[in-house]
């Protein structure tokens, strides 16, 4: 027999995810507090690039295609910039940032 997974809860981030079915035809874990939102792997190689830095971004995608990431408020999302390669760019989070925490 196999086994579905109905409902994901996070209490400490105080999200929860239900297992509904998309406009597509498929089924996928949407977000009960942002709706519209569903949990998702980044299908390209930019993206995986930038969520390098971010090992702990939850990955959301709308179902116009549209990619959020959903971090934690204990840090601030930063953008590395190399003057060297101009479209080169990296992100990470500043853990100790001040007025941030």
């Known amino acids: 027999s196999s086994l579905s997974v109905e409902r994901v809860e996070l209490p400490r981030l105080r999200l929860a995810f239900e297992a509904r079915r998309w406009r597509d035809g498929k089924t996928r874990l949407t977000s009960v507090e942002h709706p519209g939102l569903a949990l998702g792997m980044p299908s390209c190689e930019r993206l995986n690039g930038l969520l390098r830095g971010m090992p702990h971004a939850l990955v959301?995608?709308?179902?116009?295609?549209?990619?959020?990431?959903?971090?934690?408020?204990?840090?601030?999302?930063?953008?590395?910039?190399?003057?060297?390669e101009a479209l080169n760019t990296q992100l990470l989070v500043a853990r100790s940032a001040p007025g941030w925490e």
């Open 60 to 84: 959301l995608f709308s179902e116009d295609g549209d990619t959020f990431l959903l971090l934690s408020a204990l840090a601030k999302p930063c953008r590395l910039h190399d003057p060297a």
